[in-house]
């Protein structure tokens, strides 16, 4: 959100409340995952994809996590397979200098 408000050119509505909808469901992902409430995690981080995060590693992470945690290690792995791969440095650059490894070549 805060990059559509600085961005020169204005984001149309649709744009802004696709943006707004993956934040809501970054946050229930958020909250989900600090009260183990994996059935709700893996709800919100399907529907952040759904909206349009599908190129962010943290999301099919944390997808991956909550069917782990439900024993559905199959679809977890085939989650994953869906997720995009990112080189080592573009992990540095975008996730801090701790990336996770199944996301990096």
Not at 47 to 60: M, N, R
Not at 65 to 83: F, I, P, T, Y
Request: charged content about 20%; overall charge negative.
């Amino acid at each position: 959100m805060a990059h559509y408000k600085q961005s020169v050119s204005e984001a149309n509505a649709g744009e802004l409340g696709q943006a707004q909808a993956f934040q809501t469901h970054l946050s229930k992902c958020t909250e989900a995952r600090k009260l183990k409430d994996w059935h709700t995690l893996l709800k919100e981080a399907s529907s952040a994809i759904a909206t349009g995060a599908d190129a962010a590693p943290q999301v099919f992470a944390s997808q991956a996590e909550a069917l782990l945690r439900l024993h559905k290690v199959q679809e977890a792995e085939a989650a994953m397979s869906g997720a995009p791969e990112f080189e080592v440095d573009a992990c540095t650059k975008f996730l801090g200098p701790q990336p996770t490894p199944m996301f990096c070549l």
